[in-house]
């Protein structure tokens, strides 16, 4: 059976035919392709087609796909039991590791997804701080929990107003929505003094990658004090990706929570949040803001998990790699703009990438707003024509993994600028 009729039987049974919507091609057209398996930076659909992958499951792959250790790992823990429901060894040490790498996070807890991560965190902090007020960028993504549903009005300072139906208005009135890279409008959005805590990617990538500017997160660290705020880091993407220690690592930020997931489960399904053990410490049971989770800390994810931080942790070559291949893929790309005159930009931070056509530079929500879409669907097909499958949508990075070697890069930068050189034509 091959892509279309797989997505013919799916469409009739799932929304969209997939099970998270940016999967469903929407935004660049056609079927997607199904995938059969993955190994190191390939993807190999239901046809038997290759393809160089850059979604990597959405940054959660930072090894390649079914890197031996994880499968190990994965494959000794499962004849053991897929879930307890009870305390087990690998949850201690995958929490031990995660305080290691990640020094700002003195006490952790796991769940299942980031989503679930960044509402609990959320929830600590009302809890803590006893104000209701959560203060978001226009253009970051946190999960679909409904207080993070919520797209900015005009600019500035403005209560939200749900961006999906079925969020409450009420949900929403608590959230303020800002400018990401906009330090004015935080410290008037906390002024009220109401504010329980502004959560931020501290490098946006899901408006494609947009690094904050000079100062910004520093700023958002002492506005956050100043006005008694907690300072939330969502570094789900970041985690493990930018740095070994995130992006509080390579920005030298001490945020009060940190979000984690995606690397943190090594393409498993896990994430955490964590922070100060003095806030940490009123989750329940030691404190009173409830959180729990049936299959939180399965040992299957436990043991995906610990079998990647374990291998980054002493991996001396991993980050500078990814930042040299990084800076490769971009300078081919930048070239292959200048060279076809097509107007974009590319912008990087480490291992994650992002080329935006239409626009020459992307700091917030409303010049990403600008960008010329049709352009990118047609880079996209022509990628995915020429063996390269890139994420579909304008709007999101391409990640790299320690897979992606100097000569599956340089064959995916010919593949990608051809699509560039197609544009002009
Ligand atoms: C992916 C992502 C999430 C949501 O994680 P899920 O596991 O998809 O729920 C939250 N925040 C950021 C920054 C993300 O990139």
């Not at 949040?273 to 729990?292: K, T």
């Not at 043991?303 to 040299?324: F, I």
């Not at 990087?348 to 879409?373: H, K």
């Amino acid at each position: 059976m091959n892509s279309q009729e797989w997505f013919a039987r799916a469409t009739a049974v799932m929304p969209g035919g997939v099970n998270s919507p940016v999967r469903a091609f929407k935004a660049v057209g056609g079927t997607p392709p199904f995938i059969a398996s993955a190994s190191g930076a390939y993807l190999q659909t239901v046809e038997g087609r290759r393809l160089i992958d850059f979604i990597s499951s959405w940054g959660a792959i930072i090894y390649g796909h079914a890197d031996e250790a994880v499968v190990k790992a994965v494959t000794d823990a499962v004849v053991d039991g897929t879930s307890f429901g009870a305390p087990s060894p690998g949850e201690v040490e995958v929490a031990e590791l995660i305080t290691e790498l990640v020094p700002s996070i003195e006490v952790v807890r796991l769940v299942n997804s980031g989503t679930e991560a960044t509402m609990s965190a959320a929830r600590l902090a009302r809890g803590a701080t006893g104000r209701d007020v959560i203060v978001k960028f226009e253009g970051c993504y946190h999960g679909h929990a409904d207080a993070f549903l919520v797209q900015a009005g005009s600019g500035g300072a403005t209560f939200g107003e749900p961006n999906s139906p079925g969020v409450p208005a009420g949900t929403v009135a608590t959230t303020r929505v800002v400018t990401y890279n906009d330090l004015a409008a935080v410290e008037q959005a906390l002024t009220p003094g109401d504010v329980a805590c502004v959560i931020v990617e501290p490098v946006a990538g899901n408006m494609g990658v947009v690094p904050p500017a000079e100062g910004f997160l520093d700023g958002l660290r002492s506005l956050c004090d100043k006005h008694g705020a907690l300072l939330i880091f969502d570094e789900v993407m970041t985690g493990f990706r930018v740095a070994r220690g995130g992006a509080q690592e390579r920005y030298g930020i001490t945020p009060d929570l940190t979000c984690l997931g995606k690397i943190v489960a090594g393409g498993a399904a896990a994430a955490a949040y964590g922070g100060r053990a003095d806030l940490m410490r009123l989750i329940s049971p030691d404190g009173g803001v409830y959180q729990a989770g049936t299959l939180a800390g399965n040992p299957i994810a436990v043991a995906a998990g610990l079998a990647t931080l374990r291998k980054l942790r002493v991996d001396d070559a991993l980050y500078s790699d990814l930042e040299r291949r990084g800076s490769h893929l971009q300078s081919r790309l930048e070239d292959a703009l200048a060279e076809a005159g097509v107007l974009g930009c590319v912008q990087r931070v480490g291992a994650m990438l992002t080329v935006f056509f239409g626009v020459d530079t992307v700091e917030n929500w409303e010049d990403a707003a600008r960008l010329d879409t049709d352009a990118f669907a047609q880079y996209f097909q022509a990628a995915l024509d020429g063996g390269v499958m890139l994420p579909p949508s304008a709007y999101e990075a391409m990640f790299l993994t320690a897979s992606h070697t100097d000569e599956v890069i340089d064959r995916a930068a010919d593949i990608l600028v051809a699509a560039i050189h197609g544009l002009a034509s």
